[in-house]
């Protein structure tokens, strides 16, 4: 239920003058928090003949303020005035984009949020800059997340970048922070404190036993980097360490843990394996994410992780990957995603049906398997 203004301070009036919260709570039906943040908010703190603020009141106006204040500092940045043709300001405010919120940046040009988006997805398909900035930013938000002994959240990193000469809004900082998976130590100390204390949900099962009795057993997957002229794409593959077969394999441009569950989901869906795999990776943010480690658990699949600081403890997937870039992307120009995806997968197809193995005895991984299923007919 919705209560007006006047609904609220009638009850809340009724809570000062000596009416206990549960009384209250009964008759009107509201939560007994929510009258206590109700006497909080609507508190008077500036006492006047003829009026009186509230705290929330007063919190508005102080947002208020600094919103008039970037608005006027954006005023006196550009190169054009309200007054001037759309395709300038849009181009003015596009300069902008990311140190202040789009909200101020319209208001400041009076211009359409609607059509200033549009401008920025238009520009921003195949435009160096953005991606450049971004790359920038990351370096720096990283910088000074390390200084400050990662404890440091997106607004206190933001006020640094500033007092730095580096002007960017705390929701571009935010989402940065949460692409590279950086956050405030101070809010995840104690998930972090039991994920040191529990060494046995993050077993390493493998322990550099890279052997699998049959396909379906053991999975290991990685991802890898790589730089496609101003941009990167990130590979995440799914290997079976039994026959060294890529199993599943997905392009992103974001290292994020919707392309390892996409990557698994397919594996899953090609391979349909019974129940006792066990998947191994490194413990990177992706893998160790709730939504992964429940979609494994959903499945009944065991999950292994890597050593801290022990590439070797993932070796099969590793080297996948420096076979990949020596044998292929090393040696071609690959100038679009199309170009490099289109590439990638004639490279896996080849790996998997023609290149031989010395691990397998310089057998295909598609021989491997085939000769193990003719053998258990």
């Known amino acids: 239920m919705v209560y007006t203004h ?29 009258i206590y943040r109700w006497a909080k908010e609507y508190r008077d703190i500036v ?21 008039l204040e970037n608005i006027v500092v954006i005023l006196k940045t550009v190169n054009c005035t309200v007054h001037d043709p759309l395709k300038k300001k849009l181009h003015e ?28 997805l238009r520009n921003k398909r195949g435009n160096a800059w953005f991606e ?10 990283r910088e000074v997340f ?5 404890v440091l959240g997106a607004e206190k990193i933001r006020t640094i970048l500033v007092q730095r000469g580096y002007q960017v809004s705390i929701e571009y900082v935010a989402r940065l922070m949460k692409e590279m998976g950086l956050a405030s130590i101070r809010s995840t100390a104690k998930q972090d404190y039991i994920k040191l204390n529990a060494p046995e949900k993050k077993r390493n099962i493998l322990r550099q036993q890279f052997q699998a009795d049959r396909p379906n057993q053991i999975w290991v997957s990685d991802v890898t980097c790589f730089k496609l002229g101003e941009r990167y794409l990130y590979t995440c593959v799914i290997l079976d360490l039994f026959s060294r077969r890529i199993v599943a394999y997905n392009v992103s441009k974001k290292n994020s843990t919707q392309l390892i569950t996409s990557t698994f989901k397919t594996a899953w869906e090609q391979r349909s ?12 943010a992706q893998y160790t994410s709730h939504r992964f480690r429940q979609l494994l658990h959903e499945r009944s699949v065991e999950q292994s992780f890597s050593n801290s600081g022990k590439p070797h403890d993932n070796a099969v997937a590793e080297s996948f990957f420096a076979t990949l870039k020596k044998e292929d992307l090393y040696r071609k120009d690959y100038t679009s995603e199309a170009a490099f995806k289109r590439g990638l997968a004639s490279y896996i197809e080849f790996y998997n049906t023609k290149r031989p193995h010395r691990t397998l005895k310089n057998q295909t991984p598609c021989q491997v398997e085939e000769l193990f299923m003719s053998s258990n007919q």
Do not use: W
């Open 6 to 34: 006047q609904e609220k301070a009638g009850i809340i009036a009724q809570y000062r003058q000596g009416r206990s919260a549960n009384d209250l709570s009964e008759e009107y039906g509201v939560c007994k928090r929510t």
């Open 47 to 67: 006492p006047n003949e003829k009026r009186t603020l509230t705290a929330k009141e007063y919190d508005m106006f102080l947002r208020r303020v600094e919103k």
């Open 93 to 120: 405010l596009e300069l902008l984009y990311e140190q202040y919120d789009v909200h101020t940046l319209c208001e400041a040009l009076d211009v359409s949020r609607g059509t200033f988006y549009n401008h920025i």
């Open 146 to 150: 390390d200084e400050y002994r990662q």
């Open 132 to 141: 450049k900035r971004r790359e920038e930013y990351c370096i720096l938000i």
């Open 273 to 284: 394996p019974n129940a006792g795999l066990i998947f191994h990776s490194d413990r990177g």
